[in-house]
């Protein structure tokens, strides 16, 4: 059984952006990165929705989890900050660790 994608139906969209976009979506077909200017387009705003969605979802997570717990203060995004940079795991420093920022 084959089965074909359903093609959606596609709105009209007249905008106004910045040249060197135009550009950079031109040469993205150009080199076959995309089928044509309207695809880039589309998944540009399709990242952008994405990208959107999941802040949304972060502050309402943010939101909840003050709710349960109270505000989360300065001090306390600074010490988790600290924690972090302290626990951090680092990669691609070719000399230039803890040792070598000691020697500096």
């Not at 502050?59 to 909840?64: K, N, R």
């Not at 989360?72 to 680092?90: L, S």
């Not at 230039?96 to 920022?101: E, N, Y």
């Amino acid at each position: 059984m084959t089965t074909r994608a359903k093609k959606t139906q596609k709105a009209r969209l007249t905008v106004t952006v910045d040249p060197h976009l135009v550009r950079a979506a031109n040469e993205a077909v150009a080199r076959g990165r995309t089928s044509s200017l309207s695809a880039w387009v589309n998944a540009a705003l399709t990242d952008h929705v994405a990208k959107e969605r999941r802040l949304v979802a972060l502050d309402e997570a943010i939101a909840a989890h003050e709710a349960r717990n109270g505000k989360i203060t300065d001090e306390e995004v600074a010490a988790q900050w600290r924690a972090d940079r302290r626990n951090a795991i680092k990669i691609g420093t070719r000399g230039k660790g803890r040792k070598a920022r000691r020697a500096a």
